[in-house]
């Protein structure tokens, strides 16, 4: 199911609602202006397989986007737009995208993009620019009917790794039209079992650019629902947000059911949240007192799972069973998940090891089928990187990162990059970049430093420090705060006990 049903059957319906102006886009606009544009990539030369990329805030041509490449057999590759120049520029010239869609807010980053494969730039926005079709102008040119050979596309996203350079998640093509496929049939481990239909109100207050709302939007479009979006999360606004719309689903990350839960009594008693029916949760374990503490505030209607932007398998659970289950992230649905400790052997209950999933879809990591090959176990079972551990009645629990990988905000965050910023200062001999809990965050970023002798650790070199790391890599990649250590715990061959320093912080 895609636009093209529901703007026949229920074209004045909306599709998709801007909360912060009251935008909106009808099923008719959506199905009329993705066919637009599925015709102006198709004059541009794109063809099936061929990839988009687009670097936008959230707004109602993000779906146009992801439409157009969906009916017209396209990848499409949203792209964070918190990362620098560089790193941006990495994605959209790795994904091979011949054509990249920005808009004004975004054009300063977007506009020196050096990616000489694109051939058409497209501007969202009410001006025009050097070296940029303006959006609306170019895509209106083109008829608004279907193309004569639509076929089915897919998101195309990068899941960055513990080191080195993100890759991008690459599935096969379905082999089906758009008007053929269901929510199971494009994406496996995200089944259309959370009850959207076309009395659907789902609010998606994370980025776009982010898996999760970008592929659960897309589901709620399937059935054609209505999509509200937010322009960025605040606890108040969103609370607003389910009262003004009558939102019966939303989806959420750990960190906003803590800020949402310190607002003062008088203004969260002050809304009505009554149209609930579902609110989903996912991107870090949720701590269970918060949990707790939500179900009180909502009733049971929080739905949590446990998946990643290669979708090849995830674990969901109902609010009931997490009563019975308090922190546990649920079975597999669908597939199978297996615990397995160093050697590849299958873990039985209770005993904790690396978490693996039979997966329920093939994917590749895009040029790099080392890393595709490593990711499979030799029972052909691949994991996500998460240390847990399953019960008797087959209920996961997540314990650690493999790789200590940072969570903060539901935001995945690799410590490598700002470590091999950091060594690069002159003051700086050994660093060690990790996670600290936050009561709000779930995890903040941490380092410790061991400087070059002849350097004092004081303050003025702690700001220094987090200044120059700011000035080259993404802000929220970087310390929020620098320890200085006399030495650093290393092994002889040179391996950084990280396990141990991190326990020293957390003890402490």
């Not at 939007?217 to 322009?231: A, F, L, N, P, S």
């Not at 350097?455 to 320890?483: F, M, N, Q, V």
């Amino acid at each position: 199911m895609y636009p093209g049903r529901w703007g026949t059957e229920t074209p004045d319906h909306a599709a998709v609602v801007m909360d912060t102006t009251g935008e909106f886009m009808t099923y008719r606009q959506l199905d009329s202006r993705s066919n637009r544009l599925a015709r102006l990539f198709r004059e541009s030369g794109l063809s099936r397989g061929d990839n988009v990329a687009v670097l936008m805030e959230n707004n109602l041509e993000y779906f146009e986007v992801l439409w157009a490449a969906l009916r017209s057999g396209l990848y499409l590759t949203a792209i964070n737009w918190h990362l620098t120049v560089d790193e941006a520029a990495y994605i959209v010239n790795d994904s091979d995208a011949r054509v990249l869609v920005s808009s004004q807010r975004l054009h300063p980053t977007a506009d020196v993009i050096n990616a000489p494969n694109v051939q058409r730039r497209l501007l969202v926005g009410s001006e025009a620019a050097d070296g940029w079709e303006h959006y609306r102008s170019a895509v209106d040119h083109h008829s608004p009917t279907p193309l004569e050979d639509e076929s089915a596309g897919l998101t195309m996203l990068y899941s960055s790794g513990t080191t080195g350079r993100p890759k991008g998640v690459l599935a096969p093509l379905p082999t089906q039209a758009p008007w053929e496929l269901t929510g199971d049939d494009l994406d496996a481990a995200h089944p259309n079992n959370w009850g959207f239909d076309t009395n659907t109100v789902y609010l998606s207050p994370a980025p776009l650019y982010h898996a999760a709302p970008l592929r659960f939007c897309q589901r709620v479009h399937e059935r054609g629902g209505t999509t509200v979006i937010m322009d960025r999360f605040t606890p108040e606004t969103a609370l607003g947000a389910i009262e003004r719309h009558r939102v019966t689903h939303s989806q959420w990350v750990p960190t906003m059911f803590a800020r949402m839960l310190k607002l003062p009594d008088a203004t969260r008693e002050k809304y009505d949240l009554s149209t609930q029916r579902m609110a989903i949760h996912a991107a870090a374990p949720c701590p269970v007192e918060v949990k707790h503490q939500m179900m009180q505030w909502w009733g049971p209607i929080l739905w949590e799972y446990y998946a990643g932007t290669e979708a090849f398998g995830m674990t969901r659970i109902s609010p009931h069973e997490w009563l019975e289950h308090p922190g546990s992230v649920g079975r597999a649905e669908p597939g199978d998940v297996y615990v397995l400790d160093a050697d590849g052997n299958v873990l039985g209950p209770g005993e904790p090891g690396l978490v693996h999933f039979r997966p329920t879809r093939t994917f590749e990591y895009k040029g790099d089928p080392e890393k595709t090959a490593k990711a499979i176990s030799p029972q052909g079972f691949i994991s996500y990187g998460d240390v847990g551990y399953l019960n008797f009645d087959g209920y996961l629990f997540l314990t650690d990162r493999q790789s200590f990988m940072i969570i903060s905000g539901g935001v995945n965050i690799y410590p490598r990059e700002s470590e091999d910023i950091l060594i690069g200062h002159p003051a700086v001999f050994d660093v060690a970049v990790f996670g600290v809990p936050n009561d709000d965050l779930g995890e903040e970023v941490k380092a410790a430093v061991q400087l070059q002798p002849g350097h004092e650790p004081t303050g003025a070199l702690a700001d220094e420090l987090l200044s120059y790391c700011r000035g080259r890599l993404s802000t929220y990649k970087c310390p929020k705060s620098i320890d200085f250590e006399d030495e650093l715990p290393r092994l002889p061959t040179g391996k950084l006990r990280k396990a141990d320093l991190r326990r020293r912080y957390l003890e402490g």
